[in-house]
């Protein structure tokens, strides 16, 4: 019928997380503000909605080092309503003939991404940052400050697979160092 897609080869799916995981997230948060529920952060798949604070403090929302998963760049306190939104190829991957393969896919190409390691954005609105950060990843570690340019309201870091570090004045700003 109208509106309905088939994918005709067996076994194949269609993942849309890069797309449903903040609208779902805010869904939550709804729910959540309507029982009453002022202060609350919900994470999803590396995206994490919040409101309100922590016992009268910012929430703190640590941000991984795309270059290296295991490692923290950093933590974001939001206070209010706040969006910290995380797209990569470090989560999910596996190796085909020597080659290491991702689930964030060039559609010109159909192949893997390369040139961006992992996007995080920064926003108050789900509509500023909803997809943006795998649509970096598409068009590459060159479109990123033009992108960031074009969205002020919008913090922005990339990390390329060449190991280099680009971040918006904004990002610089919200991003703290870890205690030690």
């Given at each position: 019928?109208?509106?309905?897609?088939?994918?005709?080869?067996?076994?194949?799916?269609?993942?849309?997380?890069?797309?449903?995981?903040?609208?779902?997230?805010?869904?939550?948060?709804?729910?959540?503000?309507?029982?009453?529920?002022?202060?609350?952060?919900?994470?999803?798949?590396?995206?994490?909605?919040?409101?309100?604070?922590?016992q009268g403090r910012p929430w703190r929302v640590g941000v991984r080092d795309p270059r290296a998963?295991?490692?923290?760049?950093?933590?974001?306190?939001?206070?209010?309503?706040?969006?910290?939104?995380?797209?990569?190829?470090?989560?999910?991957?596996?190796?085909?003939?020597?080659?290491?393969?991702?689930?964030?896919?060039?559609?010109?190409?159909?192949?893997?991404?390369?040139?961006?390691?992992?996007v995080a954005l920064l926003a108050r609105d789900v509509d500023a940052v909803n997809g943006w950060?795998?649509?970096?990843?598409?068009?590459?570690?060159?479109?990123?400050?033009?992108?960031?340019?074009?969205?002020?309201?919008?913090?922005?870091?990339?990390?390329g697979s060449d190991g280099a570090l680009w971040q918006s004045s904004s990002m610089a700003a919200?991003?703290?160092?870890?205690?030690?």
């Open positions: 019928g109208a509106g309905t897609a088939y994918l005709a080869e067996r076994g194949v799916a269609l993942d849309l997380g890069g797309i449903a995981k903040l609208p779902i997230l805010a869904a939550g948060l709804r729910v959540l503000q309507r029982e009453g529920v002022a202060n609350a952060l919900v994470n999803g798949g590396g995206d994490v909605r919040a409101s309100g604070r922590l998963p295991e490692k923290l760049l950093g933590a974001i306190a939001l206070e209010g309503f706040g969006i910290v939104a995380s797209s990569g190829d470090y989560e999910r991957g596996f190796m085909h003939q020597g080659r290491r393969l991702h689930h964030v896919l060039d559609p010109h190409t159909g192949w893997p991404t390369t040139g961006v390691h992992g950060g795998t649509a970096l990843m598409v068009q590459g570690m060159a479109a990123v400050p033009a992108w960031s340019a074009r969205h002020p309201d919008v913090a922005v870091l990339a990390a919200a991003l703290k160092p870890l205690a030690a």
